[in-house]
């Protein structure tokens, strides 16, 4: 089973922060990097799904997941637009989209999405590791992505809406309206949701297929080595808690 270690989940969360740093434009940074600062104890280890088959259900799984979709959705706008697709988004909106299109996982402002699996049963029969938390009122993903995201007063373009909202295609049949209507009239304007579907289902399959293979990917999404005192500390605080959790 594919398990990050405590040094991995450290430089994947620095990695996560400098994306924002990179690609947000300073308008709306502030307010997001507040977010983050107020999730950071629990984005960091919360996982990406609740069963060992499905992908990266692991602490620090959803904040991986979240850097191969981004890759992957700038990797995918870039072969689109060699084969003549129009592009008529930017770089920032397709990132933030990607950023932000499982933000829901993360939970409310008091409580997570996700709680460990008390089941033994459930544990051993249907590889549940995670368990939906029962305190937490029921939204979509998406939409509670894009409410938290509208609590923290950041701005969403209607590009990025649309992209969060149907990421997962049409595996949520709310999705349907907007991608399987055959009247021209309603088509998307933008591919924008397309391309980010696409990034989802390959980072999925191919976690998927690390967790078959018992391997993790040859090329790790971060290479960044703490190196000052303050990194170190930081990592050192994450190995004692990281211990104190799961070990």
């Excluded at 107020?38 to 692991?58: C, E, G, I, L």
């Excluded at 409310?108 to 995670?130: A, C, F, M, T």
């Excluded at 701005?155 to 991608?179: C, F, M, P, Q, R």
Aim: hydrophobic residues 35%; glycine residues 4%; charged residues 30%.
């Amino acid at each position: 089973m594919k398990k990050l270690t405590a040094d991995e989940i450290q430089n994947n969360w620095n990695t996560l922060i400098d994306v924002i740093n990179a690609h947000i434009g300073d308008d709306r940074k502030d307010n997001l990097l507040k977010m983050y600062d107020d999730f950071q104890d629990r984005m960091m280890f919360a996982p990406a799904s609740a069963k060992d088959a499905f992908h990266n259900a692991m602490p620090g799984g959803y904040v991986e997941h979240i850097l191969h979709v981004v890759s992957h959705s700038l990797e995918i706008k870039q072969l689109w637009e060699k084969n003549g697709a129009e592009i008529n988004f930017t770089d920032e909106e397709l990132v933030f989209a990607a950023l932000h299109h499982d933000l829901g996982k993360v939970g409310d402002l008091e409580h997570d999405y996700y709680v460990p699996q008390d089941s033994d049963w459930h544990r051993k029969n249907r590889g549940e590791i995670y368990k939906h938390n029962p305190a937490l009122q029921y939204m979509k993903v998406p939409d509670r992505g894009l409410w938290l995201l509208q609590h923290y007063g950041v701005k969403v373009t209607d590009k990025e809406y649309i992209g969060i909202k149907l990421t997962d295609g049409l595996y949520d049949d709310a999705n349907t309206a907007y991608l399987k209507s055959y009247n021209p009239d309603y088509n998307l304007r933008s591919n924008m949701a397309y391309i980010l579907h696409q990034a989802d289902m390959m980072a999925t399959h191919i976690e998927f297929d690390q967790w078959k293979r018992g391997t993790e990917s040859e090329e790790p999404i971060s290479t960044k080595v703490p190196k000052t005192k303050d990194e170190q500390k930081q990592v050192d605080n994450l190995k004692s808690k990281f211990d104190e959790l799961f070990n």
